[in-house]
């Protein structure tokens, strides 16, 4: 692609300005966390918008049916999306996680039969990894799958699975060796989720919508050829998709951590609050701490600064999550009193955003096993029993 990367901002503004028109100018500011609910069907359509217009798979290699576009395109990508008040995107599990990892360990045939639906905004999925009991301690998933004549037959729970509801499929971490115990005897399943033998029963949140969710497994079936990686080797692949997880859309996040942070700014000017020194202190902080969260995921993704020890993603978890809760915590002290009052009938986006950051230190690895793996991995000091390896 072109390294004219002035000219590249331009067309993403362009075609941007020219889609979120019409029907989907619904879109613009919609979706994202405790706001999944919003717009499915027309977010759906504009997955498939996004694929027509060769914006999936932007940094794909090309020789798998994607762009081939350079790390800083990619960035450009997500903060003019971002800035744009484009919607959340429905197919981030699929564009962001399942294609990467299909594209890096899977066989032609998997690449032939999954790729082109994520491209193409047709096909979503979802991610089965967090178990009760496992879900930081990813190592401990005691899901099993059994090959038999007609396929892989799955039994058993995942947990907090975003947007099981609406995918078409589901990677799967899974024990395929019953004598096995902790990363050993694991694979990495691809699993139709319309079928008779699973299950997906939503979590209600404390913003009141669901947008994580309870998969169960009963006898599920899926083909012997859809597992990514020779039997066994799931946890090799699984570290893999993590790894994918913590790329560039990170860019995008904080871009749209900025307009959340534009929102606390504005109401503290529009109802005074701004002239709290207090208040004032906080929020000069809090843009602070965003420079230091773009800095940090632009140091990540350069390749020459990772350490081989792989600890990047945890320290930037440690960073942005309890700065995004502190942010929550920072437009409930702009509004005032009247913070805990719901007016109409629903949150408003402040509100919103206080309850679901409550979440965001728990989520995607705790705060304490980011600890732990910087610890054990940067440090070299004793690992716990329980935490991941």
Not at 46 to 67: M, S
Request: charged content about 20%; hydrophobic content about 40%.
């Amino acid at each position: 692609m072109s390294t004219d990367l002035g000219a590249f901002r331009e067309q993403v503004r362009t075609w941007l300005a020219e889609h979120l028109v019409g029907e989907f100018a619904a879109l613009v500011g919609s979706g994202g966390p405790g706001r999944e609910h919003e717009h499915v069907e027309l977010r759906i359509a504009w997955e498939r918008e996004l694929g027509r217009g060769g914006w999936i798979g932007l940094g794909w290699p090309v020789e798998v049916g994607g762009r081939g576009a350079t790390v800083e395109e990619q960035v450009v990508f997500h903060e003019e999306y971002a800035r744009a008040g484009a919607p959340a995107r429905i197919g981030h599990m699929g564009e962001q996680l399942a294609g990467p990892t299909i594209a890096t360990f899977g066989t032609q045939e998997q690449k032939d039969r999954f790729l082109p639906g994520i491209l193409a905004g047709t096909e979503l999925w979802c991610q089965g990894y967090s178990e009760p009991g496992a879900g930081s301690d990813l190592a401990g998933v005691r899901t099993r799958a059994v090959l038999r004549e007609d396929g892989w037959h799955v039994d058993g729970q995942k947990v907090w699975t975003s947007l099981a509801h609406l995918a078409d499929w589901c990677f799967v971490l899974t024990r395929t060796d019953p004598a096995s115990t902790r990363h050993k005897g694991l694979s990495y399943l691809l699993v139709p989720m319309d079928q008779p033998g699973i299950d997906v029963r939503p979590i209600v949140q404390l913003t009141g919508t669901s947008e994580f969710n309870e998969v169960f497994f009963d006898d599920a079936v899926t083909a012997a050829g859809n597992v990514v990686g020779e039997p066994g080797e799931g946890w090799r692949v699984a570290m893999g998709t993590l790894a994918f997880e913590r790329g560039v859309s990170t860019l995008g996040q904080q871009v749209g951590f900025e307009h959340e942070l534009d929102g606390v700014l504005q109401l503290a000017r529009t109802n005074g609050a701004v002239n709290d020194p207090l208040v004032a202190d906080r929020l000069v902080e809090a843009w602070a701490g965003l420079q230091v969260l773009r800095h940090t995921a632009l140091r990540t993704l350069d390749n020459d600064a990772a350490s081989s020890t792989g600890v990047e993603a945890s320290v930037s978890k440690l960073l942005w999550a309890p700065w995004h809760q502190a942010l929550g915590e920072l437009a409930m002290t702009v509004q005032g009193r009247g913070s805990t009052l719901v007016e109409g009938e629903g949150l408003s986006p402040l509100q919103n955003l206080f309850l679901f950051t409550r979440s965001d230190t728990i989520y995607g690895g705790s705060n304490e096993i980011q600890r732990n793996i910087i610890a054990e991995r940067r440090w070299g000091l004793p690992r716990d029993t329980w935490s991941p390896r």
